[in-house]
C-alpha cells in the first residue's frame, strides 16, 4: 500500500506539473507575450501603443542628444546605420562647440502613421512615416527594430522621402503589414543582395535602378568631381547586410517591397605635387585624425530606402541618407 500511494502521488503531481505548465502557457498566449517557441509563432511586431511609445522615447532623447551634442544621451534609442551617422554628427558637433547646440530646435514629428507587420522571430520591427518640422516639406521613414523581448525599440533606419512618395502596403483585415524575407526571389532584386547591387551599381553602371539623384545623378557627380585639376577623387563602395544593418522589407500593395538597407563607403582625395586637398569644413575637420598633407580620406555610412518591383524592372529609389562617420590625413 505504501509504494502504491507513492505511485500515485508521483502520478498527481506529475498531472498538477502538466496542468500548471499549461496555464501559464495559456497566460502567456492570451497576453500577447509568447517566449516559448516564439520563433515558430507569427505576431505582429509590436502593438500600436508600443509603436507610439517608442516614437515618443526616440524623439525625447534625439533632442537631448542634440542639445548637449552628447551622443550618450540617444546612443540606447539608436542602431545600424542610423547610429553611426548620428553619433558622428554629435562628436563633431561637440568638439566645434563643447557647451551644446545653440542653434538646437526641436524635431517634432507630427502626423506619424505607424505600419507594423505580423511576422514569426526576431528581429521585430516596424516603420513610421512622419512629418518633420526640419529639412523642408519631406516625410521621415524610420524603422524601429528590437532582437528580444526585453530588449528597448531603437531606430535603425532614418531616410526622407517626398510627400506622396510612401506607397500603399498591402495588410490583413486587422491592419497589419507583411515582412517580406530577405532571401526573397518574387522581387526584381532580393532584398538581401540589394545592398551589393547598390555598390556594384555605383562602380559599374547598369540597369539594376531606374536613372535619379541618388543613382546615375550621384555616378555624373563623382565622374565630374574626378576630373578636377590637381586632385584626384576616389571611391570604394561596400555593401552593410548583416545584424543591425540587415535590409528589411514591407510587402506593397502591387506585390513589390520597399527595402531598407545600408551601404558603407570612402573617398580618397589625394592632391597632385604642388596643389593642396581642399579645406575641409570644421565638421570633417572635427572629425579627421592625422595631418592632411598630401591625401584625406572621408569614410561614411548611408541608409537608403527603394521600391523594388515584383518580378522584373529597375529598382525605385525614394529616399537617401549619406553621413560622415570619420576622416583620415595622410
Known amino acids: 500500500m505504501p509504494r502504491e500511494r507513492s505511485r500515485q502521488q508521483l502520478r498527481r503531481r506529475d498531472r498538477n506539473a502538466l496542468i500548471a505548465a499549461s496555464l501559464t502557457t495559456l497566460s502567456l498566449t492570451a497576453s500577447g507575450c509568447v517566449v516559448v517557441h516564439g520563433e515558430r509563432v507569427v505576431l505582429p511586431s509590436a502593438t500600436r501603443a ?53 542653434n538646437h530646435t526641436p524635431l517634432k514629428l507630427t502626423d506619424a502613421k505607424f505600419t507594423i507587420p505580423e511576422k514569426a522571430g526576431w528581429p521585430r520591427w516596424f516603420v513610421v512615416d512622419a512629418k518633420g518640422n526640419k529639412g523642408g516639406d519631406f516625410r521621415w521613414l524610420l524603422v524601429f527594430t528590437r532582437s528580444g523581448l526585453g530588449e528597448r525599440w531603437r531606430a535603425a533606419y532614418l531616410t526622407i522621402v517626398s510627400p506622396g512618395a510612401v506607397p500603399e502596403f498591402t495588410t490583413d483585415k486587422e491592419g497589419w503589414a507583411e515582412a517580406v524575407p530577405a532571401g526573397s526571389a518574387q ?14 551599381y555605383l562602380k559599374n553602371g547598369g540597369t539594376a535602378f531606374a536613372s535619379g539623384r541618388n543613382t546615375s545623378g550621384l555616378r555624373a557627380d563623382r565622374k565630374k568631381a574626378a576630373k578636377k585639376p590637381g586632385l584626384v577623387r576616389q571611391f570604394i563602395d561596400e555593401p552593410l547586410v548583416h545584424g543591425d544593418y540587415a535590409p528589411l522589407a514591407l510587402r506593397t500593395a502591387d506585390g513589390g517591397a520597399l527595402v531598407f538597407f545600408a551601404t558603407h563607403h570612402y573617398e580618397k582625395q589625394t592632391a597632385a605635387a604642388g596643389a593642396s586637398v581642399p579645406v575641409q569644413n570644421t565638421d570633417v575637420q572635427a572629425l579627421t585624425k592625422g595631418e592632411v598633407k598630401q591625401s584625406l580620406t572621408l569614410e561614411s555610412t548611408a541608409n537608403e530606402v527603394v521600391l523594388d518591383p515584383a518580378g522584373n524592372g529597375p529598382v525605385r529609389m525614394l529616399g537617401r541618407v549619406q553621413g560622415l562617420t570619420s576622416a583620415q590625413g595622410g
Open 187 to 200: 522581387l526584381a532584386v532580393r532584398p538581401d543582395k540589394l545592398s551589393r547591387r547598390y555598390t556594384d
Open 50 to 102: 508600443g509603436a507610439a511609445k517608442a516614437l515618443t522615447a526616440f524623439t525625447n532623447a534625439y533632442n537631448k542628444a542634440d542639445k548637449a551634442y552628447d551622443s550618450s544621451l540617444d546612443a540606447p534609442y539608436v542602431t545600424g546605420a542610423l547610429a553611426d551617422i548620428d553619433a558622428a554628427r554629435l562628436k563633431a558637433g561637440h568638439v566645434n562647440s563643447p557647451s551644446g547646440n545653440a
